[in-house]
């Protein structure tokens, strides 16, 4: 009935969303605030190394980092999303919502004022900062044994908000230079992105996703409820443990690039299931590839609407993100 | 006959509140075994143990000879197949979706389903009758449809045991009866051991082989209906008042509750 058709359906699903991938992609390297011609721009990207103009520069080493930093930090949060839905059996579940994002950003913020600049070890506190938030928003919605839904979000808002305050305390605090942008790690942006902060991120995201991708089976048995996919077989306990322990990793590390970007783990995995259904092992690939998409756009569209300069690419997330939040919590509680 | 299912002295409490104490008993295989008592008399508890997902504290449970904790978990869930009590109702997945994931205790983390999986999963759902709903989707289904969906799923486990916990609870009279005699089928055809949580005790007679009276988390009385449902055992456990005749279709007790005559179910001594 679907055994082979799996295989070509994840091919069928993951190819078209490739090209769009790829399409945004190349498209983000043509748009930004100084007007470049196309021409100019493609003459850059074909001669690449040959000419030091200063449009080979800004294409080379300041847009494409950019746009490949949208892909990766996009790709991270929608699945970083699909995942905690899983999980916690909520659709409302997403990094930044349930405080994720806001103790990583702590967690960064706190590694750079005791003296650390290089990204791995940003990534290290950030993912102290995250576990501790994670742990926190468990500890205060788990009444005894049960997540209830309600009590989660609440709790991880709360929780959002209090990083938010202790994010703005640092930066006042501090007359450390690095931290001098308070709009990045509130807001979420992606203008900073470097060469090498790329390329790290890429090597920490993609063996993470490849673990995510190997539990796809086990996120469909634990949609069916943790005592049915115990008795198929599933070691619950541990299963949701590796799984909060990477995504919570792939979180704190973008966020320590983009600082917050909230929503982005809402738009992309819920319209997938809509369009795709349930099946994660076809969700896993296409979150990623949509994520990606989703947030090179809005990226793009961050740096094309102000006549004047650009806005952070978070605007644009919470201006969409936020309606769907409000109108997937109205439908659940109906 | 092999056991298919041994208990030995066991216990559970939740906190102080003790729910089993010294719970004994065995399932042979291929019996159809029915789990009966008043409300909170241990009887999901126990159900849980024998599944696997609560570990006992004190005592044994023993799967075909093999002490539960000894088995893994993918190696349980290839004996003893689960339908539970409150199953998830929201979930998108089609019903073919469903059946399939019973496979996986017999598949590796990346494996795809092989023909065979899939035949399997094609004659568990034309077992329960639900092959025509096979790409509807779970959240759109009766209760019925929903309750022989879940039975599919366990009966593509492919496992010597089935346990299910009131799995005609919120189903009307007709369906309630195709339950009962789907695994009635199960176990002649398959040589499946049913045990089952009931709450219809004229069911319970007329089905099992054999039956157990949880009371306070004791066993009250376990044995052939007739010897079962005396008067001086089923009417204490229960607390109310009932009237045992004949059944007119076979030769089990037939229990007609007496209205106004409740009592409560005392704890036993």
Not at chain 1, 16 to 29: F, I, K, M, N
Not at chain 1, 323 to 328: D, G, M, Q
Not at chain 2, 41 to 67: D, H, W, Y
């Amino acid at each position: 009935m679907q055994s082979a058709p799996l295989l070509k359906r994840i091919i069928f699903v993951s190819a078209p969303l490739a090209l769009v991938l790829l399409l945004a992609a190349v498209t983000g390297l043509f748009v930004g605030t100084t007007d470049q011609s196309i021409a100019k721009v493609l003459s850059a990207i074909i001669s690449r190394g040959c000419s030091n103009s200063t449009v080979s520069e800004i294409v080379w080493s300041i847009r494409l980092p950019r746009v490949v930093l949208a892909m990766l930090a996009g790709a991270a949060l929608s699945l970083g999303g699909l995942v905690f839905q899983a999980l916690l059996r909520n659709p409302l579940a997403e990094p930044y919502i349930l405080g994720i994002s806001g103790g990583s950003a702590v967690g960064a913020l706190s590694g750079i004022l005791l003296g650390f600049s290089q990204l791995w070890g940003l990534a290290f506190f950030s993912f102290g900062g995250s576990l501790a938030a994670l742990l926190l928003i468990l500890a205060i919605a788990s009444g005894g044994m049960i997540l209830r839904k309600d009590s989660l979000i609440l709790a991880g808002v709360m929780v959002n908000a209090f990083c938010g305050a202790i994010i703005i305390f640092l930066i006042s605090l501090s007359s450390n230079t690095q931290v001098f942008n308070i709009l990045f790690w509130l807001m979420g942006d992606l203008s900073m992105a470097s060469t090498t902060q790329v390329i790290i991120l890429a090597a920490l995201l993609i063996p993470c996703s490849i673990v995510i991708y190997s539990f796809a089976k086990p996120m469909n048995l634990l949609m069916m409820g943790e005592e049915l996919a115990g008795n198929m077989g599933l070691n619950v306990r541990t299963t949701s443990l590796i799984l909060l322990l990477v995504t919570s990793l792939m979180v704190s590390a973008t966020v320590c690039c983009t600082g917050l970007l909230g929503f982005v783990g809402l738009v992309m995995p819920h319209l997938l299931r809509l369009l795709l259904g349930p099946d994660h092992r076809v969700l896993v690939p296409a979150c990623i590839l949509g994520g990606g998409t989703y947030l090179v756009l809005c990226d793009m569209m961050a740096r094309v609407l102000p006549p004047h300069g650009e806005m952070p690419a978070g605007v644009i997330t919470a201006m969409i993100g936020a309606p769907l939040f409000i109108s997937l919590l109205w439908r659940s509680k109906r | 006959m092999r056991q298919a299912v041994a208990v030995h002295d066991l216990s559970i409490s939740y906190g102080k509140r003790p729910i089993l104490r010294d719970v004994a008993f065995s399932v042979a295989e291929g019996e159809y075994f029915v789990i009966i008592g008043p409300n909170g008399s241990g009887k999901t508890t126990l159900v849980k143990v024998i599944s696997g997902s609560l570990k006992p504290q004190t005592g044994r449970v023993e799967i075909v000879g093999r002490s539960i904790e000894a088995i893994a978990r993918r190696e349980l869930a290839r004996a003893v197949a689960l339908v539970p009590q409150h199953a998830p109702v929201d979930v998108p997945f089609t019903t073919a979706e469903v059946v399939l994931m019973g496979r996986s205790p017999h598949l590796g983390l990346l494996s795809i389903e092989s023909r065979e999986d899939m035949e399997i999963v094609e004659q568990s759902m034309r077992f329960t009758n639900v092959e025509h709903l096979a790409r509807s989707r779970l959240d759109q289904l009766s209760a019925g449809e929903r309750q022989r969906v879940l039975i599919a799923r366990a009966v593509c486990q492919r496992a010597g045991t089935i346990v299910l916990d009131e799995p005609t609870a919120s189903l009307d009279i007709a369906h309630q009866m195709h339950i009962m005699d789907l695994m009635e089928k199960l176990r002649r055809e398959q040589g499946v051991t049913v045990i089952m949580v009931s709450h219809d005790l004229n069911l319970a007679a007329m089905y099992a082989n054999r039956i157990l009276l949880l009371n306070h988390g004791k066993v009250a009385r376990i044995g052939t209906a007739d010897e079962v449902f005396q008067p001086g055992v089923i009417e204490p456990a229960y607390g109310c008042s009932l009237l045992i005749d004949r059944n007119p279709l076979r030769e089990v007790p037939r229990l007609t509750p007496v209205p106004g005559e409740f009592t409560g179910s005392g704890p036993v001594k």
